[in-house]
């Protein structure tokens, strides 16, 4: 049995809808909003999904620091001597969980009377790492240090008391050292191996990818709000208020964008909440300069007549019939300004005057490592490298279909016969 294909109602389709169509057109535009999506996915889910789940991602283990993609290593958790934190799913989304365990990375471990004895890896041959002796109880409870834990050799016993617990608690020393076996000591893999302070490289990575969203996401709305606000005035009013705000553009425009960040950076200081300011403000005149191109030539239509006609306010024919007809070629600088802001973040964390040290920023990364590119250690600095690389592209890519897909002129929309 055949079917044959409906032809599209080209007069009741809608705007947004025929938009839609023409950009799934673009292969690799739609492949570059797969990545954005992805990107968007696991910046939301965040340290969900991250091996290290500390704030930043920033467990350093300095032995372990340049391990190759793979490496695996024991770890004994230890108990943290603090009240249990019962944290909601939410917040370590957002910011991470500091854990009720401290880890100790093991080379190899003993057992001996109420004690476990390791030896911390060093990453040499012959090991040779510290040794630290630990006691059986601390290391499976949240002991209460007013009360001194007491070991009956004779019935082999430990008796203790835990932080928020009144009650005395006695363990065999036999059933300790099981729970330890199965559950303190454990094996973590290091799927793109470790930094240079030893930190999970592929949890920075993750991490990573909020913070250059986050940027480009607050850098394109500062942005946006200043230029169109600018640019409505400039295009509608006209006159002295266009020549004033287009003197400012052109002062602004003449600036280089990096120096003019890096000044601002300098003047609000360090920290990725400057970067966000600093970058909005000096993206906001190509915007500018497109609305008001745009408001110029749509301001005579006979529909803005019509509104002066019947009494409307500038304030209304402005945001409710004007702006709505220039969001187009707007939507598509927004995603040319996304990728320049993310590039804009990168470089500057790149110089250092960018995201903190611990802020997992892929320029920072890139920074960091960067001298590692001659030796056999180049892909610490490609990896964010790469990453920063590729979502650069895909909103290149999202908005050179965008601008094909708003521009009805340029795609052939002849209807599909029926037959």
């Given at each position: ?10 007069d ?5 809808a025929?938009?839609?169509?023409r ?13 954005i999506?992805?990107?968007c ?6 340290y969900?999904?991250?091996p ?17 993609p ?7 958790l ?6 249990p ?7 370590t989304?957002?910011f ?11 080379h ?27 006691n ?8 209460d ?21 009144s ?8 059933e ?9 000591i454990?094996?973590?893999?290091y799927m793109?191996?470790t930094?240079?302070?030893g ?8 991490i990573g ?5 986050s ?5 394109v709305i ?15 009013y006209?006159?002295r208020?266009d ?17 003019l ?5 300098l ?5 990725i909440?400057q970067v966000?300011?600093?970058v909005?403000?000096?993206?906001w ?8 191109g745009?408001?110029?030539s749509?301001r ?6 019509a509104?002066?006609?019947l ?12 702006l ?13 300004n ?10 500057l964390?790149f110089?250092g005057i ?9 320029g ?9 590119i001659l ?8 990896t ?14 999202v ?5 094909d897909?708003?521009d009805?002129r ?10």
């Open positions: 049995m055949f079917f044959k294909r409906r032809p599209i109602d080209f009741s389709e809608s705007l947004s025929q938009t839609w169509r950009f799934k057109r673009h292969k690799l535009s739609m492949l570059g909003l797969f990545i999506f992805f990107c996915l696991i910046s939301i889910l965040g969900l999904i991250t290290d789940k500390t704030p930043f991602a920033n467990d350093q283990k300095l032995e372990l620091n340049i391990k190759t793979g490496f695996s290593q024991r770890l004994l230890e108990r943290k001597n603090e009240p934190t019962d944290q909601s799913i939410l917040k989304m957002l991470g969980d500091e854990g009720d365990y401290i880890s100790y990375t093991v190899y471990y003993l057992f001996k009377k109420q004690n476990v004895i390791i030896e911390e890896y060093s990453g040499h041959t012959p090991n040779r790492g510290a040794k630290d002796t630990l059986l109880a601390e290391v499976v409870y949240a002991i240090n007013k009360f001194p834990i007491q070991y009956d050799q004779a019935k082999e016993t430990l008796s203790f008391y835990e932080i928020g617990n009650t005395k608690q006695t363990k065999t020393v036999a300790l050292r099981k729970i330890i076996q199965e559950k303190h454990v094996r973590k893999t793109l191996g930094d240079l302070l930190r999970d490289m592929l949890s920075r990575l993750l990818t909020r913070i250059s969203l940027v480009g996401m607050v850098s500062i942005s946006i709000c200043i230029g169109m606000l600018l640019g409505a005035i400039a295009g509608y006209r006159g208020t020549s004033m705000i287009m003197w400012l553009i052109n002062v602004v425009w003449s600036i280089p964008t990096l120096l960040v890096i000044a601002i950076t003047v609000l200081g360090k920290g909440i966000f300011i600093a909005g403000l000096t993206m005149v190509d915007v500018a300069r497109i609305v008001r745009q408001i110029l749509i005579e239509k006979e529909f803005v007549e509104g002066r006609a009494g409307f306010k500038n304030l209304r024919i402005i945001l409710r019939h004007i709505p007809n220039v969001m187009g070629p707007v939507v598509v600088m927004a995603a040319s996304f990728a320049t802001a993310i590039l804009t973040e990168a470089g964390s110089l960018g995201a903190e040290a611990k802020v997992p920023s892929w920072e990364m890139t920074s960091a490592h960067h001298g590692y030796l056999d250690k180049a892909y610490l600095a490609f964010p490298g790469i990453a920063i690389m590729v979502l650069v592209l895909s909103f290149m890519l908005g050179n279909g965008l601008r897909a708003l009805t340029s795609i052939d929309d002849k209807p599909i016969a029926g037959n």
